[in-house]
């Protein structure tokens, strides 16, 4: 397996568009059976993010937009197509090899919460990191409590804190590994305006360090805060 990284760490423009994209999905098809009926939910998905890219997927109800994020993570497989994530084929890969490459390269955002409710916030974001079985090379997990303004309450569990601050809990684990690539759905979707404000503040942090962000959402400002938006509909990319 070779290593390959798109992260550039340079201060100011991190933006890489010479090299191959962080995460790229290539005519990506989904089908569910139930009974006699059959839902299609992906229907030739084509797309790609680049290190230093946010890009936003938007889209009605039931257009696709959740089966499409658990595909990119290789938390489902699809029936057709391939991902590609960090140079490495994610999709088709036995189950235990597509979590080695989400652990190292992919982090996770989602709406129900990534944190493991026994766990305090330091032991959440160091199960995380240890998944990785790489050489720590990421932040430290108190390093990552600072970042998002939690410095204070690495002991607490997730039940004692507040909605914002269990978002913001929640993006320190999902860049525990300090992943190229960040997929996130609906990130802000319960959340007022100040703590989406934040979220995004930090996210878009992310970006400009040169992670390649890829967010489902229903928000007009994540939207307006993406680079790139594409709309999602009867699971086809509309033009
Ligand atoms: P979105 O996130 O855009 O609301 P989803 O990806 O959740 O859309 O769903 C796309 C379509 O696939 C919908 O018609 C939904 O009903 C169907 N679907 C999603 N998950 C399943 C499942 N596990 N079994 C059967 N149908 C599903
Ligand atoms: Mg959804």
Do not use: W
């Not at 982090?107 to 330091?122: A, D, K, V, Y």
Request: glycine letters at 8%.
């Amino acid at each position: 397996m070779t290593t390959a990284s798109t992260r550039t760490p340079s201060a100011t423009d991190n933006r890489d568009v010479s090299g191959p994209p962080a995460l790229s999905a290539d005519h990506l098809y989904r089908f569910y059976r139930a009974g006699e009926e059959e839902t299609l939910a992906l229907q030739g998905v084509s797309l790609s993010v680049r290190a230093g890219e946010m890009l936003a997927i938007v889209g009605p109800s039931g257009s696709g937009k959740s089966t499409l994020l658990a595909c990119l993570a290789g938390l489902d497989e699809p029936a057709g197509g391939t991902v590609t994530v960090a140079g490495h084929r994610l999709s088709h890969q036995p189950e235990r090899s597509r979590a080695q490459l989400r652990a190292r390269h992919i982090g996770i955002l989602l709406q129900s919460r990534n944190l493991l409710p026994h766990l305090n916030l330091l032991a959440n974001i160091k199960l995380a990191q240890a998944a990785t079985r790489l050489p720590a090379r990421r932040p430290a997990a108190s390093e990552l409590l600072e970042q998002v303004g939690l410095g204070d309450r690495a002991r607490a569990l997730p039940r004692q804190l507040s909605g914002g601050e269990l978002a913001r809990a929640g993006l320190a684990v999902a860049v525990a590994n300090d992943p190229e690539v960040i997929l996130a759905d609906e990130p802000t979707g319960e959340l007022d305006g100040d703590t989406e404000q934040q979220v995004l503040t930090l996210l878009r942090q992310r970006v400009s360090d040169g992670a390649a962000l890829l967010v489902v959402t229903h928000s007009a400002d994540v939207t307006r805060a993406a680079d790139r938006v594409l709309t999602l509909f009867d699971g086809k990319v509309q033009s």
